[in-house]
């Protein structure tokens, strides 16, 4: 009786045993797929500038790049005007599927506190990839500028109240407000002179018919080596290991000073994470490539990485710097 239990048993056992395991592959069969097969179609890449320039070449190498690692189609869609603000928003109103990416510069958070009435929130509207390249700007002046440092300006200044200049590319730009954070942390009074573009602003800082200007490496470092320009300072918080010799404005006494561009990548809001995290790792991993650093170092662009958070973080706080200057500036770009 006690051997037939005990084979009743075993059989019972072995049944459930045997279902279970039926129930567990069944289970793992199912399971759905996080990327829900992603990338099943081609990928776009938003630049919100037009053809040319730095920011349509950084997009179509990285587009190859991506092209290849992720076994789709990358193509670059250039949908300039408004400042950045239509291809923004084309992102920002698109499926949030990670098939329509955003290539972000620095005027994303500078347009978040400067133009009213955006038709989209600058840090809701998006799921934020990974931040991927930052690059300081140089404060120049023409060979004639007597001044050969930050500190000099600042005495210059405050000697004669009003009488500096210091162009730009155009009102709200970089160039702009690094030189309305100068003046405020320096408590000097300087002019504020906007050109159309980066070029005419910088040639008539070689002319001196303004004092200085704020330019990237790549726009001045040909007039640097040939002495049409002097570099004066670095607007990154410690020295720029590209030209170790120029210091910071943070030296000459203004510890707090940082500014410098920035370029990133996102999606639409509530773009599913497993996707966000695909692309965070196939971005990070074309900027890593020896040619992508060596084309960026050529143009003066150190690349970094983040995670979603790291980047949204980041975001954020330029936000906040950049609302409290432009509000003590009173600067308006629409």
Same mark, same amino acid.
């Given at each position: 009786?006690?051997?037939?239990?005990?084979?009743?048993?075993? #059989?019972?056992?072995?049944?459930?045993?045997? +279902?279970?395991?039926? #129930?567990?592959?069944?289970?793992?069969?199912?399971?759905?797929?996080?990327?829900?097969?992603?990338? !099943?179609?081609?990928?776009?890449?938003?630049?919100?500038?037009?053809?040319?320039?730095?920011?349509?070449?950084?997009?179509? *190498?990285?587009?190859?790049?991506?092209?290849? +690692?992720? +076994? @789709?189609?990358?193509?670059?869609?250039?949908?300039?005007?408004?400042?950045?603000?239509?291809?923004?928003?084309?992102?920002?109103?698109?499926?949030?599927?990670?098939?329509?990416?955003? @290539?972000?510069? !620095?005027?994303?958070?500078?347009?978040?506190?400067?133009?009213?009435?955006?038709?989209?929130?600058?840090?809701?509207?998006?799921?934020?990839?990974?931040?991927?390249?930052?690059?300081?700007?140089?404060?120049?002046?023409?060979?004639?500028?007597?001044?050969?440092? $930050?500190?000099?300006? $600042?005495?210059?200044?405050?000697?004669?109240?009003?009488?500096?200049?210091?162009?730009?590319?155009?009102?709200?730009?970089?160039?702009?407000?690094?030189?309305?954070?100068?003046?405020?942390?320096?408590?000097?009074?300087?002019?504020?002179?906007?050109?159309?573009?980066?070029?005419?602003?910088?040639?008539?800082?070689?002319?001196?018919?303004?004092?200085?200007?704020?330019?990237?490496?790549?726009?001045?470092?040909?007039?640097?080596?040939?002495?049409?320009?002097?570099?004066?300072?670095?607007?990154?918080?410690?020295?720029?290991?590209?030209?170790?010799?120029?210091?910071?404005? *943070?030296?000459?006494?203004?510890?707090?000073?940082?500014?410098?561009?920035?370029?990133?990548?996102?999606?639409?809001?509530?773009?599913?994470?497993?996707? $966000?995290?695909?692309?965070?790792?196939?971005?990070? @991993?074309?900027? *890593?490539?020896?040619?992508?650093?060596?084309?960026?170092?050529?143009?003066? #662009?150190?690349?970094?990485?983040?995670?979603?958070?790291?980047?949204?973080?980041?975001?954020?706080?330029?936000?906040?710097?950049?609302? @409290?200057?432009?509000?003590?500036?009173?600067?308006?770009?629409?």
């Amino acid at each position: 009786m006690r051997s037939t239990n005990m084979k009743h048993g075993l #059989v019972i056992g072995l049944s459930v045993l045997f +279902s279970l395991g039926l #129930v567990a592959r069944a289970s793992h069969a199912a399971a759905p797929d996080p990327l829900n097969g992603f990338p !099943g179609k081609p990928i776009r890449i938003v630049v919100p500038f037009g053809p040319g320039g730095f920011n349509d070449a950084l997009a179509r *190498a990285i587009a190859a790049k991506l092209s290849n +690692s992720l +076994s @789709q189609p990358v193509i670059v869609d250039n949908r300039p005007g408004g400042g950045t603000v239509i291809g923004t928003n084309f992102v920002a109103k698109a499926p949030p599927d990670g098939y329509t990416l955003l @290539q972000l510069p !620095g005027a994303h958070a500078i347009n978040a506190v400067a133009m009213d009435k955006l038709p989209y929130d600058s840090l809701n509207s998006f799921s934020f990839i990974s931040m991927v390249a930052t690059s300081p700007f140089l404060l120049v002046s023409g060979p004639a500028f007597p001044a050969n440092s $930050v500190s000099d300006i $600042v005495r210059m200044a405050r000697e004669k109240p009003g009488t500096l200049s210091y162009s730009s590319s155009g009102t709200g730009g970089n160039a702009h407000l690094m030189g309305e954070m100068l003046k405020s942390m320096a408590k000097i009074d300087i002019l504020h002179v906007p050109y159309k573009g980066a070029g005419p602003a910088m040639n008539d800082a070689i002319g001196g018919q303004v004092d200085f200007t704020f330019a990237t490496y790549a726009g001045a470092s040909g007039s640097i080596k040939a002495g049409r320009l002097k570099a004066l300072a670095v607007t990154s918080k410690k020295r720029w290991a590209k030209l170790p010799q120029v210091p910071t404005i *943070a030296e000459a006494g203004f510890p707090d000073y940082e500014a410098e561009g920035w370029w990133g990548y996102a999606a639409p809001a509530n773009t599913p994470r497993p996707i $966000v995290d695909k692309l965070n790792e196939a971005i990070r @991993q074309a900027f *890593a490539s020896p040619d992508i650093q060596a084309y960026l170092t050529s143009e003066g #662009v150190d690349t970094v990485g983040s995670t979603p958070e790291e980047f949204r973080a980041y975001l954020a706080n330029e936000i906040r710097t950049w609302r @409290q200057l432009i509000s003590q500036a009173g600067i308006r770009l629409n």
